[in-house]
């Protein structure tokens, strides 16, 4: 994984566009509206000029604001990946449950894009944890899923299966959808490596989620060969109790 040296380096570099072309674009609009000041003041401002003027404003407004949230969105990851990851204490929770309300509380945002989120959970899994951790991980599975999964495929959806295996929990997550480009499966847990950073993403989700699995959680995470399916799967096995 990436040293803190290299991570920094990659927000920078990550950063470096959008501020760029929020820059560009605000002095863009600083220039044009120096011109219809001007023209206002020396009494020739016409309505088609201004129109046209104020229509050009209005769409690097757009490309400005766009480019803050890259900014906000690739800061509130970073800041994430900084955070002190110790102060949330281990406790016993119920996986079962914990899965359950996660479905819930994404229920309709996965409705609002049409993909199916079904559960395979053996019952009654009882972890000694970091259960917010463990919702950080399945959330970041589940945008990943969203955002780079599925491409028109006809029904989609993820699914997530756990049982337990002598004293950990496995957990598997897959979908149905494109899978993995295999340029960047052998680097898919490194920071910033994505295929849809023309798309504003930013290719820390799955970074995020392997830290917290390997460090916070003390388990292991692996994208499984899914040559044969084209879909993509990743499997995580953390201990049942942490504490031992």
Sequence with gaps: MASLGGLVAGVAHEL???LGVGITALSSIKD???????S???????????DESLATIDELEKLAENNMNVMARI?????????????????LFSLNSVVEDIRNARKEELQNVGITFNVDIQDNITLFSFQKGLIEVVNSLINNAIDHAF???????????????????????????V????SIAHQIFEPFVTTKRRNGQVGLGLHIAYNLITQKLKGKIKLL????????CFQIEIPIDISH
């Design 16 to 18: 470096n566009t959008p």
């Design 32 to 38: 044009i509206l120096e011109e219809i000041q001007t």
């Design 40 to 50: 206002v003041r020396e009494g020739k401002i016409r309505k088609t000029k201004l």
């Design 75 to 91: 800061i509130q990851q970073f800041k994430f990946l900084s955070i002190d990851q110790t102060v949330e204490k281990a406790n």
């Design 151 to 177: 491409d028109s495929q006809p029904e989609p959806k993820i699914i997530l299966a756990a049982m337990v295996r002598e004293n950990s929990a496995v957990l598997t997550f897959s979908d149905n959808g």
């Design 179 to 182: 899978g993995v480009d295999v």
């Design 225 to 232: 060969d899914t040559s044969t399916t084209s879909n993509t």
